[in-house]
């Protein structure tokens, strides 16, 4: 039987899911809950608006090669990549066999000796750490934090390049002790070339509306430009290169 993606979409010229110019699955499918989602629609498998296989994608991505001069190329995201682990392993794969550069955008929830497996096709890991403190992780998430954590030290000990990620969010993520504390976490790593600090926003909260989900954060206001210029100095005092 042909190996099928349950996929969100597609996007041909992404350029802030990683470096350069890059072709962007979203795949279907997502084990946590967080509060500022702006992809609800991504959560349940069930949802998928494609199922497509390994060759239909990477034709897809293939068409786009001459943009992914300068360091671009395709980039995984979701809902959360590794739920659908056989097929985003093929896919890597192949985009490799097409000297293509690959990254994976992922919360680190799902961490196993497969996840290592893909990781061998995977030049690239933007993690997102949505909190250091565990109580904050379950309340924002649903999940906890542990295997976020685990997945981070991993990647660290093979030596595998990482940009991490962390949302913004005043009043739950954005206390000073909190972000200090991930700071200090990340600048342990060895393997982490970039922090990418991104305010919270609400853009995404329609899509809770459409879907007749309660919105918890409708009266959360967005980080001001001051707010993440503290948030980002927080980091670069460690020596973090911060984007
Ligand atoms: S991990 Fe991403 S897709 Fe999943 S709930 Fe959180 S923000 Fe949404």
């Known amino acids: ?10 996007e041909s010229c992404g350029t802030v899911d990683g470096p350069g110019i890059r072709f962007i699955v979203f795949t279907q499918g997502c084990p946590l809950r967080c509060k500022y989602c702006h992809n609800p629609d991504t959560w349940d ?26 360091g671009g190329g395709l980039t995984v995201t979701g809902g959360e990549p590794f739920v659908q682990i056989n097929y985003i392993e093929a896919l890597f794969k192949r985009a490799k066999e097409e000297g293509i550069h690959t990254a994976v955008d992922t919360s680190g929830y799902i961490f196993n000796d497969r996840v290592k497996e893909v990781l061998e096709y995977v030049d690239l890991v933007l993690l997102d750490i949505k909190s250091i403190n565990p109580d904050t992780y379950k309340e924002l998430t649903g999940v906890e934090l542990e295997n976020t954590l685990k997945f981070a030290e991993y990647l660290d000990s093979i030596g595998k390049p990482v940009w991490i990620r962390h949302v913004v969010v005043p009043g739950i993520t954005d206390k000073k002790e909190n972000l200090e504390k991930l700071a200090d976490y990340v600048s342990k790593l060895k393997n982490v070339e970039k922090i990418e600090l991104l305010p919270f926003h609400q853009l995404g909260t329609h899509k809770w509306e459409e879907m007749n989900l309660e919105y918890q954060l409708k009266d959360v206001k967005e980080p001001t430009a001051g707010d993440m210029k503290a948030a980002r100095q927080i980091f670069r005092d460690k020596g973090l290169n911060v984007g």
């Not at 608006?49 to 001069?69: A, C, L, M, V």
Request: hydrophobic share 35%; glycine share 2%.
């Open 45 to 70: 498998l069930k949802d998928a608006k494609y199922e497509r296989d390994i060759e239909f994608t990477i034709n897809e991505i293939k068409k786009y090669k001459p943009f992914f001069r300068n």
């Open 1 to 10: 039987m042909k190996l099928t993606g349950k996929l969100h979409s597609f």
